[in-house]
Nanobody
Framework: VQLQASGGGSVQAGGSLRLSCVASGDTFRFYTIGWYRQAPGKQRELVAT???????NYADTVKERFTISKDNAKNTVYLQMSSLKPEDTAVYYC?????????WGRGTQVTVSS
């Protein structure tokens, strides 16, 4: 499985960005896909995930501001980020989990300035 993320960039506080991640290679029926992030000097943390039956899970810090969705026909997962804050600055990694195996994309930088 290969995960290719895009859509990162620099934005001012209060702005919006949309991340995309395209999955290619093997396809799975039962999976969880989504986003983690890692800020400098901090551990990687969950941002949001969505399962193959569209059950979503969000970190408390992004609820009401971020929305995760997926397009099965395009093998793509999206993360719509709104009301961005400087503390959202991090490298965002696309993630896919299947039967105990974890797959990671390379990451895309999101920088939010105050």
């Amino acid at each position: 499985v290969q995960l290719q993320a895009s859509g990162g960039g620099s934005v001012q506080a209060g702005g919006s960005l949309r991340l995309s991640c395209v999955a290619s290679g093997d396809t799975f029926r039962f999976y969880t896909i989504g986003w983690y992030r890692q800020a400098p000097g901090k551990q990687r943390e969950l941002v949001a995930t969505i399962t193959y039956v569209d059950v979503t899970n969000y970190a408390d810090t992004v609820k009401e501001r971020f929305t995760i969705s997926k397009d099965n026909a395009k093998n793509t997962v999206y993360l719509q980020m709104s009301s961005l804050k400087p503390e959202d600055t991090a490298v965002y990694y696309c993630y896919l989990g299947h039967r105990g195996y974890d797959y990671w994309g390379r990451g895309t930088q999101v920088t939010v300035s105050s």
